[in-house]
């Protein structure tokens, strides 16, 4: 079975930067979508970022020129770049995967401190 497994989280400053990544356990193939959402609390789970097997790039409004998604398909893996963070940016976030199946991860908190 395959898990999907997220890393980088962590308490910053605002203006601060973190590094997000997603690692696939076990192989998966012919992946369409990869991408990092996130959920506050009292929110509903909202997109951040994707990316396609073409390298097609979407970004939430709040996010553009701030964050940058990138993959590496030989590892399986997805990054999510988090530059001049805002307190607005804390939450949980989840990274997932569209193949064979829809995968998502178990989160990492990202907590912004004004």
């Known amino acids: 079975q395959v898990r999907l497994v997220e890393s980088g989280g962590g308490l910053v400053q605002a203006g601060g930067s973190l590094r997000l990544s997603c690692v696939a356990s076990g192989s998966i193939f012919s992946v369409s979508l990869m991408g990092w959402y996130r959920q506050a609390p009292g929110k509903q789970r909202e997109l951040v970022a994707t990316?396609?097997?073409?390298?097609?790039?979407n970004y939430a409004d709040s996010v553009k020129g701030r964050f940058t998604i990138s993959k590496d398909n030989a590892k399986n893996m997805v990054y999510l770049q988090m530059n001049s963070l805002k307190p607005e940016d804390t939450a949980v976030y989840y990274c997932?995967?569209?193949?064979?199946?829809?995968?998502w991860g178990q989160g990492t908190q990202v907590t912004v401190s004004s």
């Open positions: 997932r995967m569209v193949w064979r199946f829809d995968t």
């Open positions: 990316i396609t097997s073409s390298d097609t790039t």
